[in-house]
């Protein structure tokens, strides 16, 4: 309840009117550009979120998908680990524990923090032992792993990761780009056999293209592949 | 197992010697001469003199670029070895400060089989190889990368290292010279960069596949940050000979600039399989070792996979060789050599090797993600019959920035099958863009030249 009536209202207009011939602050990029140094490239900056937590929660996402690695992290993780960054200061963000677990909650469409299947670890726990924990040997974990379990279950990376005290985002990072690693058992990924054949078929199509194309029969190719998309 | 080419009987044998039996037969294969060479390093040259008669050899790589081989050697062997573990998955168990050698057997190319011909026909002299060089520069390990899917190569390999250890001519303490080097044997497998050198040792790292920029070279900051010499299978398997016949035999052969003989997996009409040739052997010859083909005549010759040049008929007396081929926009790369006849379109050729490559870019930088991608688009453009005016001159620019541009040598030679295609085939090319033609009668749907195939 405001003191008069209608005070409200008029201050809100009054601010509206100040505003109006204020001089605009928009500014009609592209048409119109600020003049940057041309080294400028912004800041890195983690944001806190209504609680007053920040909302980074070091999972190394970031710092793994940029191509030049100009984006680093530093602090103590969400494991109770601490890394030391390695870049200039500008570049990474440091994260404190006062933020800590946020993970729950929040939905993310991305599988590797959807909700996931638990596994029975035995066998996984025998695969480390074999490679004596020791995150240098990744890519044999992750191909003993597939082998015992059919695919790479996300629980399956969570263990790998406390075990070996390898960043998970480093074990999705190289899961992920291996074209003989799958998150989804072979049965229940959609479309199953033509990503198989997508993953097992790319050299053996290019063999096959490059034949035809020895012998100028690029029309059938064209015909037959058109087919099977379909 | 792949057809090995009968080459001229005045042709050395080194990397696949003539009549051999059984590969495996470690005892035949002493009595052939195998580890003299590997005794001769340990007991009588040392590292440095090990060194020197590589570099007197002459021998360049043979994975495709063409580097001089004892100076990568040399730079390993004098660079000092890292206390620290680069930053990532934190400090690895096994991770002292060592050095390293690493055999590249994985043979990027689905089109190329020379490398793991080899390594089924002559497991030994890799491995020998591979000991040397370990020798040479102080490494304690030697690995060789094989790709997972080479099933007969890895079983060759893994025998063959067990027969070594049992004569006391790997592990340690390695023909009672006090030397101890392990060797080993690792399937990788997943994507097609792993050929290149810094994505390998990314791998056998355990991580993701993306290559590195360099320098620092691996020679100095390699596997594990520490100096490794990552060479060729055919390349070490060259150096017991070295040792056993001296620099100056090796020297001889071939031609001038790079001695030796190398392995070409050729493919053409008339035939196709694995010859081992002496380097600077013309293109013709090479592409004759395959057969008389029963089709009208050569058009044009596929040369380095993939991301190869595509050469007229009237550069087929060029030399088989790094210079040369570099010098007429083609490259050795994979060794494969494929010869195409009337019956292909360059187009469509150039189409489907740049889809390949921008199919194959691991995605690490801008130019290779996305321009590869583009050179891709725009030569579809042209094989459909909807080419815009100035693609010729797009095509042409945006390979100079990707070459300009790019943090490794995939994204760089990817741009060669048009580039070469352009330079080479340009009336071809026109036809497409300015007439909608296919001169071949290949390319669907635009319409085809009276007198076409078809
Ligand atoms: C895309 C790409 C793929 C490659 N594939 C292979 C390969 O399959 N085998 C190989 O030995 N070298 C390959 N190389 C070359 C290696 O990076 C490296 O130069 C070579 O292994 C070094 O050995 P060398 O000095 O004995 O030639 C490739 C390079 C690139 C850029
Ligand atoms: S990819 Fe990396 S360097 Fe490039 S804009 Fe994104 S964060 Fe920055
Ligand atoms: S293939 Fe991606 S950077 Fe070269």
Partial sequence: ???????????????????????????????????????????????????????CETCFQCAQACPIECIDMGGIDTKGRYHIHWGAPETYGERRDESALRRSGRPVPDQAYAHFDPIHPVKLEAILERFDFDPSRMLEILDATQAEYGHLPVAALKLISQRTGAWYAMIYGTASYYRHLRFEPPAAEPLAAATATARAGRETAFLAGLDASLAGSSRRRGRASAASRS | MTTVLRTPRAWPAILLPRGVADPLDLDEARKGGAFEGLRRALLDLGGPGTISAVAASGLRGRGGAGFPTAEKWRAAATAATADVVAPGFGSGHGTMARRYVVANGYGA????????????????????????????????????????????????????????????????????????????????????????ETVLLKAIEGKRGQPEQRPPQPATHGLFGQPTVVQNVQTLAAVPWILANGPVAFAAIGSKASPGTILVSVRAPGGAGVAEVPVGTPLREIVALAGKSRSDGLKAILVGGPAGGILPEELADTAYEFEALRAVGAHVGSGSVVAADKRACVVDLARLLTRFCADEACGKTIPCRIGLRRVSEIGDRIATGLPKPTDGQLLADLSADIVGSALCDHERLATLPFASGMRYFRSELDEHILRSSCPAGVCRPIAVAAGGAH
């Fill in chain 2, 109 to 196: 190319d689905p089109s190329s089989r020379t490398d793991r011909t080899l390594m089924e026909r002559n497991p030994y002299a890799v491995l020998e190889g591979a000991l040397i060089a370990a020798t040479a520069i102080g490494a304690g390990d030697a690995i060789v990368a094989v790709r997972a899917e080479a099933t007969e190569a890895i079983a060759a390999l893994e025998t063959a290292i067990a027969r070594m250890v049992d004569a006391n001519l790997a592990g340690s303490d390695i023909l009672g010279s006090g030397v101890n080097v392990e060797l080993s044997v690792r399937p990788v497998q997943g994507a097609y960069m792993l050929g290149e």
């Fill in chain 1, 1 to 55: 309840m405001s003191r008069l009536p209608g005070l409200g209202i008029a201050m809100g207009m009054a601010l509206t009117l100040k505003k109006f011939f204020e001089p605009k602050a928009t500014i009609r990029y592209p048409e119109v550009r600020l003049d940057v140094p041309p080294k400028f490239r912004g800041r890195l900056q983690l944001l806190y979120d209504e609680y007053g937590t920040l909302k």
